[in-house]
């Protein structure tokens, strides 16, 4: 498993998101290291990570993947922060071994009240697309950078790099097995994290949201922020599904404020 690493301080472990890598976090990492040492990962199966066969890619399976790094880096505990289905992984993670996980920021998390992609991981996951998919995908770069402005409410803001960034993973062998394979599981990896959160309620959590999500629900926030005793939301408005992308320096303010803050809010 590959993993950058800066800062020091408490730990901060950062996850993201099914088409991302660290990569996604090259605007977080230089501002929260300066209070944390901060490891951003790529999960394995994507990124620049090992793929390997047979790879157990179950919601359930990813947790405890992440779990074992922790243990591999030598972490008892550590924040957690997730976007997307990271997001997802990081509830997961923290409802298998609570102990393990101080906070929790939670951006734009795949969740069960969001009906968003449900029909795209069905189609996608089909026995008889997902071969063709996965023949033809890495070579669709015209469809990549549709993807990537939709994901932003602004595309103005895409910065120069970032579709070459993200892409750059893609023409490894086997880079889209692991998206497609965690789409076969989708609903019930979503039942079975609804079945999981009464274990985080104690967990305090930070959840960030873009108002222009289209990716993840917004509208779902309120319901996942009824999960946790103690929990903030905040929401940025214009903004799409990427929020560290988009609007990095309000990003950055936001989670540093938080994992500075080690008392909470």
Same mark, same amino acid.
């Given at each position: 498993?590959?993993?950058?690493?800066?800062?020091?301080?408490?730990?901060?472990?950062?996850?993201?998101?099914?088409?991302?890598?660290?990569?996604s976090w090259r605007y977080a990492i230089p501002t929260l290291a300066e209070c944390?040492?901060?490891?951003?990962?790529?999960?394995?199966?994507?990124?620049?990570s090992d793929r390997p066969p047979g790879l157990d890619c179950c919601?359930?399976?990813?947790?405890?993947?992440?779990?074992?790094?922790?243990?591999?880096? #030598?972490?008892?505990?550590?924040? =957690? +922060?997730?976007?997307?289905? $990271?997001? %997802?992984?990081?509830?997961?993670?923290? /409802? &298998?071994?609570?102990?393990?996980?101080?906070?929790?920021?939670?951006?734009?998390?795949?969740?069960?009240?969001?009906?968003?992609?449900?029909?795209?991981?069905?189609?996608?996951?089909?026995?008889?697309?997902?071969?063709?998919?996965?023949?033809?995908?890495?070579?669709? #770069?015209?469809?990549?950078?549709? =993807? +990537?402005?939709?994901?932003? $409410?602004? %595309?103005?803001?895409?910065?120069?790099? /970032? &579709?070459?960034?993200?892409?750059?993973?893609?023409?490894?062998?086997?880079?889209?097995?692991?998206?497609?394979?965690?789409?076969?599981?989708?609903?019930?990896?979503?039942?079975?994290?609804?079945?999981?959160?009464?274990?985080?309620?104690?967990?305090?959590?930070?959840?960030?949201?873009?108002?222009?999500?289209?990716?993840?629900?917004?509208?779902?926030?309120?319901?996942?922020?009824?999960?946790?005793?103690?929990?903030?939301?905040?929401?940025?408005?214009?903004?799409?599904?990427?929020?560290?992308?988009?609007?990095?320096?309000?990003?950055?303010?936001?989670?540093?404020?938080?994992?500075?803050?080690?008392?909470?809010?």
């Open positions: 498993m590959r993993y950058l690493r800066a800062g020091s301080g408490p730990p901060l472990v950062l996850l993201h998101g099914l088409l991302g890598y660290s990569f944390a040492t901060v490891y951003a990962v790529d999960m394995l199966g994507v990124g620049f919601l359930r399976g990813s947790a405890e993947r992440l779990l074992a790094f922790m243990d591999a880096a #030598s972490l008892p505990s550590s924040d =957690l +922060l997730g976007t997307s289905h $990271g997001g %997802a992984v990081a509830m997961a993670a923290a /409802a &298998l071994a609570p102990e393990r996980v101080e906070r929790l920021i939670l951006v734009a998390p795949v969740n069960l009240w969001s009906a968003h992609g449900s029909q795209m991981a069905a189609f996608l996951s089909d026995p008889v697309v997902a071969p063709f998919f996965l023949r033809m995908a890495p070579f669709l #770069s015209v469809i990549h950078g549709v =993807l +990537l402005r939709r994901l932003f $409410g602004d %595309a103005s803001r895409i910065r120069p790099g /970032a &579709l070459q960034g993200y892409s750059a993973p893609f023409q490894i062998p086997g880079a889209f097995n692991y998206g497609v394979s965690v789409l076969r599981s989708w609903q019930r990896d979503l039942q079975e994290l609804e079945s999981l959160l009464p274990r985080i309620r104690q967990i305090p959590a930070l959840v960030i949201w873009g108002s222009e999500d289209r990716a993840v629900d917004p509208k779902s926030a309120s319901r996942l922020m009824k999960a946790f005793d103690c929990a903030r939301l905040i929401q940025f408005d214009g903004v799409g599904h990427l929020p560290y992308e988009e609007v990095p320096d309000l990003f950055n303010q936001a989670v540093l404020q938080f994992v500075c803050d080690r008392k909470g809010f």
